[in-house]
């Protein structure tokens, strides 16, 4: 006598989300204002209103979040604004914080 029994397994996968980052900009004497302002709309992904508040916020206390990414998006993004500044003679400096 053969007996069909189903064995179900249950395997439970936890996905983490990842950890995010933020994209900090820093303020120099140097990099204009309608740079930054691009920047952050070509690179970030942000509204004119948005990336000239931003800018605001990086010139008047020094730096402001030109986004938050999982790191590697972060770093790439921060690596492509400070490539970009240094071909057009800007010492523009972006960091990435762990949020």
Known sequence: ???NIDIKEKNKIKIKKPKLYKVIMHNDDFTTM??????LVNIFNKKIEEASKIMIDVHKKGSGIAGIFPHDIAVSKASTAMTIAKEQGFP????????
């Open 1 to 3: 006598m053969e007996s």
């Open 34 to 39: 309608e740079f930054v302002v691009d920047v």
């Open 92 to 99: 523009f400096k972006l960091s990435v914080e762990e949020e």
